[in-house]
Protein backbone atom coordinates (compact mmCIF):
# COMPACT_ATOMS: atom_id res chain seq x y z
CA UNK A 1 0.00 0.00 0.00
CA UNK A 2 2.30 2.82 0.75
CA UNK A 3 6.11 2.92 1.99
CA UNK A 4 7.15 5.61 4.85
CA UNK A 5 10.79 6.80 5.54
CA UNK A 6 9.46 7.90 8.93
CA UNK A 7 6.33 7.21 11.13
CA UNK A 8 4.46 10.55 10.39
CA UNK A 9 4.07 9.46 6.62
CA UNK A 10 2.14 6.04 7.64
CA UNK A 11 -1.42 5.63 6.31
CA UNK A 12 -4.26 6.96 8.54
CA UNK A 13 -4.55 4.53 11.40
CA UNK A 14 -7.93 3.34 10.79
CA UNK A 15 -7.45 0.19 10.51
CA UNK A 16 -5.83 -2.88 13.48
CA UNK A 17 -2.41 -3.03 12.26
CA UNK A 18 0.16 -6.06 13.09
CA UNK A 19 4.17 -4.63 12.70
CA UNK A 20 6.34 -7.35 12.16
CA UNK A 21 10.60 -7.07 13.01
CA UNK A 22 13.62 -9.07 14.04
CA UNK A 23 17.12 -9.28 13.52
CA UNK A 24 18.50 -8.53 10.02
CA UNK A 25 18.13 -12.17 8.11
CA UNK A 26 15.76 -14.02 10.94
CA UNK A 27 13.56 -14.65 7.59
CA UNK A 28 11.07 -11.31 8.11
CA UNK A 29 9.94 -11.40 4.22
CA UNK A 30 9.46 -14.80 4.08
CA UNK A 31 7.55 -15.09 7.19
CA UNK A 32 5.23 -12.08 5.61
CA UNK A 33 5.00 -13.98 1.98
CA UNK A 34 3.91 -17.31 3.90
CA UNK A 35 1.45 -15.58 6.11
CA UNK A 36 -0.22 -13.54 2.89
CA UNK A 37 -0.02 -16.71 0.29
CA UNK A 38 1.97 -14.21 -1.95
CA UNK A 39 5.47 -15.11 -2.61
CA UNK A 40 7.14 -12.18 -3.58
CA UNK A 41 4.78 -9.52 -1.50
CA UNK A 42 7.90 -8.74 0.78
CA UNK A 43 11.28 -8.81 -1.01
CA UNK A 44 13.07 -11.34 0.05
CA UNK A 45 17.33 -11.10 -0.18
CA UNK A 46 20.46 -12.85 1.34
CA UNK A 47 21.83 -9.20 1.96
CA UNK A 48 20.98 -8.49 5.31
CA UNK A 49 19.32 -5.01 6.16
CA UNK A 50 17.20 -5.04 2.93
CA UNK A 51 14.26 -3.09 4.70
CA UNK A 52 15.01 0.57 5.00
CA UNK A 53 11.37 1.75 5.41
CA UNK A 54 7.90 1.22 6.97
CA UNK A 55 6.16 -0.89 4.74
CA UNK A 56 2.43 -1.04 4.46
CA UNK A 57 0.21 -3.84 2.95
CA UNK A 58 -3.20 -3.90 3.21
CA UNK A 59 -4.51 -7.51 4.11
CA UNK A 60 -8.29 -8.23 2.55
CA UNK A 61 -9.09 -4.41 3.57
CA UNK A 62 -9.48 -5.42 6.96
CA UNK A 63 -6.07 -5.00 8.73
CA UNK A 64 -2.43 -3.36 7.94
CA UNK A 65 0.78 -5.13 7.74
CA UNK A 66 3.74 -3.35 8.75
CA UNK A 67 7.05 -4.83 7.55
CA UNK A 68 9.67 -2.53 9.68
CA UNK A 69 13.44 -2.61 9.25
CA UNK A 70 15.60 -5.17 11.17
CA UNK A 71 17.97 -4.83 13.95
CA UNK A 72 21.37 -5.65 15.01
CA UNK A 73 23.44 -7.17 11.98
CA UNK A 74 23.40 -5.47 9.00
CA UNK A 75 25.75 -4.33 6.10
CA UNK A 76 25.24 -0.28 6.84
CA UNK A 77 26.88 1.47 8.76
CA UNK A 78 26.24 1.98 12.39
CA UNK A 79 24.73 5.60 11.85
CA UNK A 80 21.78 3.81 9.49
CA UNK A 81 21.79 1.07 12.07
CA UNK A 82 20.91 3.27 14.90
CA UNK A 83 18.64 5.43 12.58
CA UNK A 84 16.18 2.29 11.82
CA UNK A 85 16.40 2.03 15.90
CA UNK A 86 14.91 5.43 15.67
CA UNK A 87 12.51 4.56 13.37
CA UNK A 88 11.03 1.68 14.68
CA UNK A 89 10.87 3.88 18.48
CA UNK A 90 9.08 6.37 16.69
CA UNK A 91 6.67 3.86 15.12
CA UNK A 92 5.93 2.03 18.05
CA UNK A 93 5.29 5.29 19.95
CA UNK A 94 3.04 7.13 17.19
CA UNK A 95 0.86 4.15 15.83
CA UNK A 96 -2.02 4.10 17.68
CA UNK A 97 -3.66 0.84 15.61
CA UNK A 98 -1.01 -1.07 16.84
CA UNK A 99 -2.83 -4.25 17.87
CA UNK A 100 0.67 -6.31 18.36
CA UNK A 101 3.84 -6.28 17.12
CA UNK A 102 5.64 -9.28 16.55
CA UNK A 103 9.50 -9.80 17.30
CA UNK A 104 10.97 -12.19 15.08
CA UNK A 105 13.84 -14.41 16.52
CA UNK A 106 15.78 -17.24 14.67
CA UNK A 107 15.00 -20.34 16.21
CA UNK A 108 18.36 -21.82 15.71
CA UNK A 109 20.08 -19.96 18.29
CA UNK A 110 19.97 -19.46 22.17
CA UNK A 111 18.48 -15.82 23.09
CA UNK A 112 20.83 -12.64 21.57
CA UNK A 113 21.22 -10.10 23.51
CA UNK A 114 19.97 -7.19 21.15
CA UNK A 115 16.66 -9.95 20.76
CA UNK A 116 16.48 -9.79 24.64
CA UNK A 117 17.16 -6.06 25.09
CA UNK A 118 14.26 -5.01 22.72
CA UNK A 119 11.96 -7.38 23.48
CA UNK A 120 12.70 -6.40 27.12
CA UNK A 121 11.96 -2.88 26.13
CA UNK A 122 8.62 -3.29 24.46
CA UNK A 123 7.45 -4.89 27.96
CA UNK A 124 9.02 -1.82 29.72
CA UNK A 125 7.26 0.40 27.79
CA UNK A 126 4.03 -1.47 27.52
CA UNK A 127 3.77 -2.47 23.75
CA UNK A 128 1.56 -5.46 22.79
CA UNK A 129 3.79 -8.22 21.31
CA UNK A 130 4.15 -11.83 20.44
CA UNK A 131 7.56 -13.66 19.74
CA UNK A 132 7.80 -15.55 16.73
CA UNK A 133 10.61 -18.23 16.14
CA UNK A 134 11.59 -18.70 12.52
CA UNK A 135 13.33 -21.21 10.75
CA UNK A 136 11.80 -24.00 12.68
CA UNK A 137 12.28 -26.70 10.14
CA UNK A 138 15.90 -26.10 10.46
CA UNK A 139 16.02 -28.21 13.76
CA UNK A 140 15.12 -31.25 15.15
CA UNK A 141 11.97 -31.42 17.34
CA UNK A 142 14.35 -32.08 20.57
CA UNK A 143 16.42 -29.19 19.59
CA UNK A 144 13.72 -26.96 19.36
CA UNK A 145 12.19 -27.86 22.23
CA UNK A 146 15.82 -27.19 24.00
CA UNK A 147 16.04 -23.76 22.46
CA UNK A 148 12.46 -22.88 23.82
CA UNK A 149 13.03 -23.78 26.88
CA UNK A 150 16.25 -22.07 27.15
CA UNK A 151 13.98 -18.80 25.78
CA UNK A 152 11.51 -19.76 28.44
CA UNK A 153 13.88 -19.92 31.00
CA UNK A 154 15.02 -16.38 30.21
CA UNK A 155 11.47 -14.68 30.19
CA UNK A 156 10.23 -16.06 33.21
CA UNK A 157 13.24 -13.95 34.72
CA UNK A 158 10.85 -10.80 33.71
CA UNK A 159 7.57 -11.89 32.99
CA UNK A 160 5.20 -14.36 35.58
CA UNK A 161 2.99 -14.86 32.10
CA UNK A 162 5.00 -15.25 29.00
CA UNK A 163 4.22 -13.38 26.01
CA UNK A 164 2.12 -15.26 23.05
CA UNK A 165 4.74 -17.11 20.71
CA UNK A 166 4.70 -19.00 17.68
CA UNK A 167 6.62 -21.70 16.09
CA UNK A 168 6.69 -20.61 12.31
CA UNK A 169 8.74 -22.15 9.17
CA UNK A 170 8.09 -20.31 5.83
CA UNK A 171 8.99 -23.97 4.17
CA UNK A 172 6.37 -25.68 5.34
CA UNK A 173 3.81 -23.06 6.53
CA UNK A 174 4.60 -24.16 10.38
CA UNK A 175 2.57 -21.13 12.24
CA UNK A 176 0.48 -20.01 9.43
CA UNK A 177 -2.75 -20.63 10.58
CA UNK A 178 -2.27 -19.68 14.47
CA UNK A 179 -0.82 -16.42 13.80
CA UNK A 180 -3.37 -15.56 10.99
CA UNK A 181 -6.22 -17.06 14.17
CA UNK A 182 -4.34 -14.58 16.51
CA UNK A 183 -4.59 -11.94 14.70
CA UNK A 184 -8.56 -12.65 13.25
CA UNK A 185 -9.99 -12.99 17.52
CA UNK A 186 -7.19 -9.77 18.09
CA UNK A 187 -9.47 -7.92 15.01
CA UNK A 188 -12.30 -8.87 16.59
CA UNK A 189 -11.80 -6.73 19.80
CA UNK A 190 -10.38 -3.90 17.82
CA UNK A 191 -11.58 -0.42 18.83
CA UNK A 192 -10.45 2.27 16.39
CA UNK A 193 -8.66 5.13 18.82
Not at 61 to 90: C, H, T
Not at 99 to 106: E, G, I, Q, R, T
Not at 165 to 179: K, L, P, Q
Request: aromatic share 10%; with cysteine; glycine share 6%.
Amino acid sequence: MKSSASAGECPPPGLPEYAFTGRSNVGKSSLINMLTGRRKLAKTSSTPGKTRLINHFIINNQWYLADLPGYGYAKISRSERKGFGKLIDSYISVRLNLVSLFALVDSRHEPMASDMSFISSLGRNGVPFAIVFTKCDKLSRDALQRNLNVYARYLKKEWETLPPWFCTSAADHRGRDEILDYIDAANRNFVPR
